[in-house]
T-cell receptor
Framework: DAKTTQPNSMESNEEEPVHLPCNHS???????IHWYRQLPSQGPEYVIHGLTSNVNNRMASLAIAEDRKSSTLILHRATLRDAAVYYC??????????????FGKGMKLTVNP | DAGVIQSPRHEVTEMGQEVTLRCKPISGHDYLFWYRQTMMRGLELLIY????????DSGMPEDRFSAKMPNASFSTLKIQPSEPRDSAVYFC?????????????FGPGTRLTVL
């Protein structure tokens, strides 16, 4: 499985933007970049995913480098509820559909009031 | 949508007992996944199904673990006999098959404690 590298942890302040980096230098052409997060005592929650172009949704934005070897999850205005472990995952796409997710250790985001 | 439903939410049992965890996926989803999460090993995929058929069970730790999906709206994960090292939070997730590699939706988990 292609690997991702994230910092172990980050801190941010409430109501400020947060940029969460992820390196994936061995990404292949059919790997989608997925982001999930896990709030304390909850199951993982889908955040966003993309292939080559930047993506936006109501939760976050995903900026993908031109060479696709890194990406950044952007929370435009952090809230206390965004404090969670964030996982950056590469998901290979097979002919029959999408392959399984392989979760790494993730990155713990702390949001200070 | 009610989301993915798991039961029980908490289970405490003694070593050697049989444990059955249950999952109801989101209606219309073609894939169902079972994960286990521990502090030591993080979040691990145990097995996943596509259209009720097991596709990859390489993550199932040993023969004591078995999973079934008798129909599109129900799946079980059984541990027999249970051991203290099986203590973990077990998550079920489901997703709709589509080429874009769509998201998985996770249930709230079952916290299993084996004494």
């Amino acid at each position: 499985d292609a690997k991702t590298t994230q910092p172990n942890s980050m801190e941010s302040n409430e109501e400020e933007p947060v940029h969460l980096p992820c390196n994936h230098s061995t990404i292949s052409g059919t790997d989608y970049i997925h982001w999930y997060r896990q709030l304390p005592s909850q199951g993982p929650e889908y955040v966003i995913h993309g292939l080559t172009s930047n993506v936006n949704n109501r939760m976050a934005s995903l900026a993908i480098a031109e060479d696709r070897k890194s990406s950044t999850l952007i929370l435009h205005r952090a809230t206390l509820r965004d404090a969670a472990v964030y996982y950056c995952i590469l998901r290979p796409l097979t002919q029959g559909g999408s392959e399984k997710l392989v979760f790494g250790k993730g990155m713990k985001l702390t949001v200070n009031p | 949508d009610a989301g993915v439903i798991q039961s029980p939410r908490h289970e405490v049992t003694e070593m050697g007992q049989e444990v059955t965890l249950r999952c109801k996926p989101i209606s219309g989803h073609d894939y169902l996944f079972w994960y286990r999460q521990t502090m030591m090993r993080g979040l691990e995929l145990l097995i996943y199904f596509n259209n009720n058929v097991p596709i990859d069970d390489s993550g199932m730790p040993e023969d004591r673990f078995s999973a079934k999906m008798p129909n599109a709206s129900f799946s079980t994960l059984k541990i027999q006999p249970s051991e203290p090292r099986d203590s973990a939070v077990y998550f079920c997730a489901s997703s709709r098959a589509r080429l874009a590699g769509g998201p998985e939706y996770f249930g709230p988990g079952t916290r299993l404690t084996v004494l």
